[in-house]
């Protein structure tokens, strides 16, 4: 059974607009902070965003003013509303999740910014 399921991605031209989602399952219990991290071809896995249970956030500078992380009502959602995206964005976008039992991981959504 998946524990984090992520949505979203695909192929967007620069200064373009995307939308991920990441729903977590009802078998994650204590969840701390929720948020995204990438990985580039390349490239080691870098943090994008992070939204804490009591709602502090945290954005790389790389994406400030650009990106905006957002959780839902029930905290079990998490969300990455990206604009003007560059080509140095492209990158798979995993879904992670701080709770008490430990880290989750999403499988990874593939944003590829292109013309």
């Known amino acids: 059974q998946e524990q984090l399921v992520e949505s979203g991605g695909g192929l967007v031209q620069p200064w373009g607009s995307l939308s991920l989602s990441c729903a977590a399952s009802?078998?994650?219990?204590?969840?701390?902070?929720m948020g995204w991290y990438r990985q580039a071809p390349g490239k080691e896995r870098e943090l994008v965003a992070v939204?804490?249970?009591?709602?502090?956030?945290n954005y790389a500078d790389s994406v400030k003013g650009r990106f905006t992380i957002s959780r839902g009502n029930a905290k079990i959602m998490v969300y990455l509303q990206m604009n003007s995206l560059k080509p140095e964005d492209t990158a798979v976008y995993y879904c992670?999740?701080?709770?008490?039992?430990?880290?989750?991981w999403g499988k990874g959504t593939l944003v590829t910014v292109s013309s």
């Open positions: 992670y999740c701080n709770a008490i039992g430990g880290l989750y």
């Open positions: 009802g078998s994650i219990f204590g969840i701390k902070a």
């Open positions: 939204i804490g249970s009591g709602g502090s956030i």
